[in-house]
């Protein structure tokens, strides 16, 4: 065998075992990890969610401006939709505001009934960003309020 035919061997047989190596370990990798992303909802119970929504009242402070309006998270959503799986029974959604141990904002979501009473058999908290609360968290430009 020439120079030139060998090193074109060597050069397609490095080829073949790189393919033969990282194709399978890169399939090994995809099939170990998670398909769907972690939920952002969590079930917790009653007591956690009573612990949650004192500690945030604690520290809350008084809103100094009229509330116009309230983002809703993709988390909340997913909790509410949680809920109305579970429980369609349920005629509306309530999110207490409440604070995890490390002083992190989070919702607790729960389902409301006909009469306006919270629904505690399926309880959700979610992370939130800061109150939610336009004003501050406000879309300055929506056709809506301009």
């Excluded at 120079?3 to 170990?32: D, G, R």
């Excluded at 009242?57 to 009229?66: C, F, G, L």
């Excluded at 207490?96 to 919702?107: L, M």
């Amino acid at each position: 065998m020439e120079t030139t035919q060998k090193l074109n061997w060597y050069k397609k047989l490095v080829i073949a075992l790189t393919i033969s190596t990282i194709v399978p370990t890169t399939l090994l990798l995809m099939s170990l990890s998670p398909s769907a992303p972690s939920p952002s909802a969590s079930s917790v119970s009653q007591e956690e969610a009573r612990t949650l929504i004192l500690k945030y009242r604690q520290s809350a402070a008084a809103a100094e401006t009229p509330v116009n309006a309230i983002r809703i998270e993709a988390g909340q959503l997913e909790a509410i939709n949680n809920i109305a799986t579970a429980n369609p029974n349920a005629k509306g959604y309530r999110m207490y505001y409440g604070e995890d141990a490390e002083g992190a904002a989070v919702s607790v979501v729960v389902g409301v009934n006909d009469d306006g009473q919270d629904m505690t058999e399926n309880i959700y908290s979610t992370a939130r960003k800061g109150s939610n609360l336009c004003p501050p968290v406000c879309d300055v430009t929506s056709p809506l309020t301009n």
